[in-house]
């Protein structure tokens, strides 16, 4: 307790002689000696925000004029740059009868303009938009990180209309976009997708195979026998591939996607 008046002491001498430092000048223009002490002014809370009246912007669901369709393509190059946040808000505020617009946006030469233009409709959550992504994600000659959030936002907003992007991004030179195909592929509840699956379990690159075996078992729950597929090699996963293919050639005819596993109740 000492130690700490002491150093209050310590302290208020500082205090009276940066405010007398403060309070010369004021004389010595006067030359009368009079001490001034700045005092702080009494700080009021501003009001609360939710007691603020909320207003927005509601989003445009009337077809767009002429006018208005040649004004959202004027906005495309705009997805590039200082003012890309900006261009999406506004195409947001036109809402999903914008979409012929962006769809125009993923033939534009700059890959920061087509992620965006895919952002963008993430954002609209325009279904519409679905065939259009599902044959960017499709695309061989397009960027990874294009194709990769194509296939991503497909999936969210339809998932069956992926099961095209998924069959040709497992099939693709660039492992990450296999591994990206194997990954999404959990989340689309559709038949169709096992062989695919299937077929990749025996993939060359280890972390391609894995996510391809993790998505196999969240969709079909098929328990096979113990491997340690984190150390295996390509051919130990050629090998154990085997077990999957003979599982779904025996299966193939009558299987049917479980349920899907409904998380804990929380209280």
């Known amino acids: 307790?000492?130690?700490?008046?002491?150093?209050a002491g310590v302290w208020g001498i500082v205090?009276?002689?940066v405010l007398a430092g403060l309070?010369?000048?004021?004389?010595?223009k006067s030359g009368v000696k009079t001490w001034v002490i700045p005092v702080q002014i009494p700080y009021e809370m501003p009001p609360k925000g939710?007691?603020?009246?909320?207003e927005s912007v509601p989003q445009n669901t009337k077809p767009l004029t002429a006018d208005e369709l040649q004004r959202a393509e004027a906005l495309l190059p705009l997805l590039e740059g200082k003012q890309e946040f900006w261009a999406m808000g506004e195409f947001v505020h036109l809402g999903e009868p914008a979409v012929p617009a962006?769809?125009?946006?993923?033939?534009?030469?700059s890959p920061r303009i087509r992620y965006n233009v895919i952002e963008t409709i993430s954002m609209l959550r325009a279904v519409s938009a679905v065939p259009a992504l599902v044959v960017a994600a499709s695309e061989p000659n397009e960027v990874p990180r294009v194709r990769e959030h194509a296939l991503r936002v497909v999936v969210r907003l339809d998932a069956?209309?992926?099961?095209?992007?998924?069959e040709a991004m497992a099939k693709d030179l660039n492992s990450t976009i296999r591994k990206t195909a194997a990954f999404e592929a959990r989340y689309v509840r559709e038949k169709l997708v096992v062989p695919v699956l299937v077929g990749m379990v025996a993939d060359e690159e280890r972390f391609v195979a894995l996510s391809a075996l993790h998505s196999l078992?969240?969709?079909?729950?098929h328990e096979t026998e113990f491997h340690d597929w984190e150390a295996s090699?390509?051919?130990d996963r050629q090998e154990w591939a085997i077990e999957w293919l003979e599982w779904w050639k025996s299966q193939q005819d009558s299987f049917q996607m479980p349920d899907p596993k409904r998380p804990p109740r929380t209280r």
């Open 102 to 109: 962006l769809v125009k946006g993923l033939t534009l030469s």
């Open 233 to 235: 090699s390509k051919q």
């Open 160 to 166: 069956a209309k992926a099961v095209r992007a998924i």
């Open 217 to 221: 078992w969240i969709l079909t729950r």
């Open 50 to 54: 939710q007691d603020l009246p909320a």
């Open 15 to 17: 205090l009276l002689v």
């Open 1 to 7: 307790m000492t130690v700490q008046l002491r150093y």
């Open 23 to 28: 309070a010369q000048p004021l004389w010595a």
